[in-house]
């Protein structure tokens, strides 16, 4: 009998166990049920309070009304400084042949490469004038003729390789420069050319001082094309001297081919030499921009007051032994009239021949 008890009692207390093991397991779950809803209900709030925000920013910008969108003629009316643009052309050596084995194929030149850099050169500066002109009001172009268009017989191995004689080497290239000045002067509205002789284009074996000129080619090729200019809006200002200068409003241009310049070697051994030189024809005639090439090295700093111009011949075996490869390009820059000063300078590359054969 004690022991039915005993059994009822334990079977009762196990009962209760479960009992409460299952009260627990729901308590659990409605605890973990309202948190649940706590954080939804907190959530929603949140929720909420963003889309207030957010009625409230809509609500603020009642009344404003969008800017009208610049039109073409709002555009144009933009005030824009007066500018000219400045083409520098010079070291062609038109009749000069590089054979690719003498400069480890860098280059290959001939009258027929002479005459794709010319007209890759033309179209170059007719883009980039006519995208200059979004930014300024560009009128006038300056056109500087720098000299050494052909390379001449001023040395045996000069004429070794020359394709054409001095005189038929001038006729040649002043053909191709005919057209570029009318080309250009087809989208100007004032165009001057103004000139210097190199070193090269001379008919004499050594250089002469005072009486250099007069043993030109290429000073008598621009009297030439001077005297047979049918443009009206060209003129030509010829330098009779080893500097040319030009007045651009008051903004004044020196111009020399830069054989008197002597350097190191290298665009950036020019710095030095360039800023002596220019200093000197300071003391006579102070300039504001001096333009000069001969080194077949392109290269400008803004402040540092002159442009050196690159060359159209590129690399050769006198510059395989003097300088390093340089690709074929010539110099265009704008002179801004509203600032005076140089505000932009670039070389235009003319190289399109020797890019074809590159991946």
Not at 163 to 187: G, K
């Amino acid at each position: 009998m004690a022991k039915s008890k005993s059994v009822a009692a334990d079977v009762a207390g196990r009962l209760d166990a479960a009992s409460q093991l299952a009260n627990d397991a729901e308590l659990a779950r409605l605890r973990a049920e309202l948190a649940s809803y706590r954080n939804r209900y907190k959530a929603a709030l949140e929720q909420i309070d963003r889309e207030r925000e957010r009625a409230d920013s809509l609500v603020s910008l009642q009344g404003i009304t969008a800017s009208k969108t610049l039109t073409k003629t709002v555009k144009a009316s933009r005030k824009r400084h007066a500018a000219t643009a400045i083409l520098m052309l010079s070291d062609v050596h038109a009749e000069e042949r590089v054979l690719p084995e003498t400069v480890n194929g860098e280059n290959d030149y001939s009258l027929d490469v002479c005459q794709l850099r010319m007209e890759e050169l033309e179209q170059r500066f007719l883009d980039c004038l006519e995208h200059e002109r979004n930014q300024a009001d560009i009128r006038r172009v300056l056109i500087w003729l720098g000299g050494d268009f052909i390379t001449g017989h001023i040395h045996p191995d000069c004429a070794e390789v020359a394709q054409l004689s001095p005189m038929n080497a001038t006729r040649w290239i002043a053909e191709r420069l005919r057209r570029m000045i009318d080309a250009i002067a087809a989208h100007a509205g004032e165009v001057i050319v103004c000139t210097n002789a190199g070193n090269h284009g001379r008919s004499t074996e050594k250089n002469r001082i005072a009486t250099e000129l007069d043993h030109s080619w290429e000073q008598l090729m621009y009297f030439t094309l001077a005297r047979e200019e049918k443009s009206k809006n060209v003129s030509w200002q010829i330098a009779e001297g080893h500097l040319g200068y030009v007045d651009l409003d008051g903004f004044l241009v020196r111009t020399t081919h830069g054989h008197s310049i002597r350097f190191a070697g290298g665009v950036y051994g020019l710095a030095l030499p360039a800023s002596k030189a220019i200093a000197r024809w300071d003391a006579g005639r102070k300039a504001d921009l001096t333009i000069f090439g001969h080194y077949h090295s392109w290269g400008w700093l803004r402040g540092s007051r002159y442009i050196a111009n690159g060359s159209v011949i590129g690399h050769s075996p006198y510059a395989e032994r003097v300088a390093s490869p340089e690709r074929p390009c010539q110099g265009m820059a704008i002179v801004d009239h509203g600032r005076q000063e140089v505000t932009r300078a670039y070389p235009l590359f003319c190289d399109r021949d020797l890019r074809k054969g590159t991946k």
